[in-house]
T-cell receptor, first 115, second 112 residues
Framework: DQQVKQNSPSLSVQEGRISILNCDYT??????FLWYKKYPAEGPTFLIS?????DKNEDGRFTVFLNKSAKHLSLHIVPSQPGDSAVYFC??????????????FGKGTHLIIQP | AAGVIQSPRHLIKEKRETATLKCYPI?????VYWYQQGPGQDPQFLIS???????DKGSIPDRFSAQQFSDYHSELNMSSLELGDSALYFC???????????FGPGTRLTVT
């Protein structure tokens, strides 16, 4: 049972345009959400996170939006650059549950930025 | 900035052998996590440690064990290796429980 779902295995966007990556979750206990970027043969790199008490968090070109009622979050990258081409993983955890909880990952979206 | 260090980066073992993977967290990070990523899969959480004590347990097989040492480095011990154990094994660290996790480059384990 996939508790974090990324329904688009791949996404192609033109350089300079906005990239929007989507993520849905089913477990209502999740209260902290993260996006990671991963290149082949490397570990996931932390990009941005958001707590469930917020609906938006922005860091440079990256913005994450959270819609708790819909159990949906999205990552916006503006403007998209060639170096953004990678696999993006959405992850979630139950932070307020205490302890060092493991992250639950989606299956990833391969973002391809076209020149 | 210092990152999470994992060794070895690549490891080839035969079925039924044992393997030990090592993880050195970012300095002043006291929490370590282990994940397994199979081919084409998302990372699956195995186990975590906070202040040298096991904190959370995921889908770690009974054949695997792990510990965190006094210098906060961690080792994942894998015994009776099976072909299905072939995967990327990531270690991550965080400064306090519940904060963002920072991943190492991974150890690619191949079981033949």
């Amino acid at each position: 049972d996939q508790q974090v779902k990324q329904n688009s295995p791949s996404l192609s966007v033109q350089e300079g345009r906005i990239s929007i990556l989507n993520c849905d979750y089913t477990n209502s206990m999740f209260d902290y959400f993260l996006w990671y970027k991963k290149y082949p043969a490397e570990g996931p790199t932390f990009l941005i996170s958001i707590s469930s008490i917020k609906d938006k968090n922005e860091d440079g070109r990256f913005t994450v939006f959270l819609n708790k009622s819909a159990k949906h979050l999205s990552l916006h990258i503006v403007p998209s650059q060639p170096g953004d081409s990678a696999v993006y993983f959405c992850a979630a955890e139950w932070e307020s549950g205490g302890g060092a909880d493991g992250l639950t990952f989606g299956k990833g979206t391969h973002l391809i930025i076209q020149p | 900035a210092a990152g999470v260090i994992q060794s070895p980066r690549h490891l080839i073992k035969e079925k039924r052998e044992t393997a030990t993977l090592k993880c050195y967290p970012i300095p002043r990070h006291d929490t370590v996590y282990w994940y397994q990523q199979g081919p084409g899969q998302d990372p699956q959480f195995l186990i975590s440690f906070y202040e040298k004590m096991q904190s959370d347990k995921g889908s770690i097989p009974d054949r695997f064990s792990a510990q965190q040492f006094s210098d906060y480095h961690s080792e994942l011990n894998m015994s009776s290796l099976e072909l299905g154990d072939s995967a990327l094994y990531f270690c991550a660290s965080s400064p306090v429980t519940g904060a963002e996790q920072y991943f190492g480059p991974g150890t690619r384990l191949t079981v033949t």
